[in-house]
């Protein structure tokens, strides 16, 4: 690989207490060209994210001292760098918290290495095309009811007022919006806004469709469950 193709690729901050995971993680990234930097704690993750810009951060959860939650929830005040959570724990609700406070992708531990570059190159791909966009989806802005959605500007109005929504509520939301009136399975919806078959773990989209809900109103549009389905954007007065 070129010199010119190992820049291109991008830098990758890898956080671990463990000296193993770091050093296992950084081999494999380093020989797929990417540029690896290390931390082990929390807050010298955060210096080196402010400081160099990174393209990703993988990020463990169980760190010493300042958490894994609490580092992304930090990044995520200034930052809109893509992340990647590592967890020894399996548990549903640290990838709903994780992926709520920001995360762009989970993997639990012990994890293959090449799934994790894999992983890697899958989120920088959406990230690239979130940023860059594509000239008829990322680009538009659609409507539905009061309900006004640029991707562009990533930005939501409900009847003029502005929305507050994390990343993926809003990535979500302007997934439903243009397919409105059209039913999407849970796992489509997994597939078009985390990018990946999240293995199953519909219940973040559960989650997510909630706090859309709470968000929505007075938008003249609401999220209706089609039962044993998934979802889809309805006018209020079709909403079941």
């Known amino acids: ?5 190992r820049q291109a690729t991008g ?14 993680a950084s081999l494999y990234l380093q020989k797929e060209g990417f540029e690896v930097q290390t931390a082990a704690d929390g807050p010298s993750a955060i210096d080196l994210v402010e400081r160099d810009r990174p393209a990703l951060v993988v990020l463990d959860l ?7 939650f609490d580092v992304c929830k930090r990044l995520r005040q200034d930052s809109a760098v893509p992340i990647i959570m590592l967890t020894a724990r399996d548990e549903d609700v640290d990838k709903i918290v994780g992926l709520e406070l ?10 293959n290495p090449r799934e994790l570059v894999a992983r890697v190159r899958a989120v920088l791909r959406r990230s690239a095309a ?8 990322q680009a538009g ?8 959605v640029d991707r562009a500007r990533r930005e ?20 439903l919006v243009e397919n409105a009136g059209i039913v999407l399975t849970r796992e489509q919806l997994l597939d078009r806004v985390w990018g990946y ?3 199953g773990e519909t219940r973040t989209v559960d989650v997510h469709v909630q706090h859309l809900r709470a968000k929505l109103a007075g938008s003249g549009v609401g999220i209706q469950t089609v039962r044993g389905v998934g979802y889809k954007l309805v006018e209020v007065g079709d909403e079941g």
């Open 11 to 24: 830098r990758v901050v890898v956080v671990d207490d463990d000296a193993h995971i770091r050093e296992l």
């Open 141 to 148: 802005i659609v409507s539905a009811g009061a309900l006004r």
């Open 62 to 68: 169980m760190l010493p001292g300042m958490s894994g």
């Open 102 to 111: 920001g995360a762009d992708d989970y993997m639990t531990k012990p994890f």
């Open 197 to 199: 078959s999240f293995y």
């Open 130 to 137: 979130g940023g860059a966009g594509d000239a008829k989806q």
């Open 156 to 175: 939501a109005h409900a009847g003029g007022r502005a929305l507050e929504l994390r990343t993926k509520e809003f990535d979500l939301l302007a997934t």
């Open 1 to 5: 690989m070129t010199g010119a193709e």
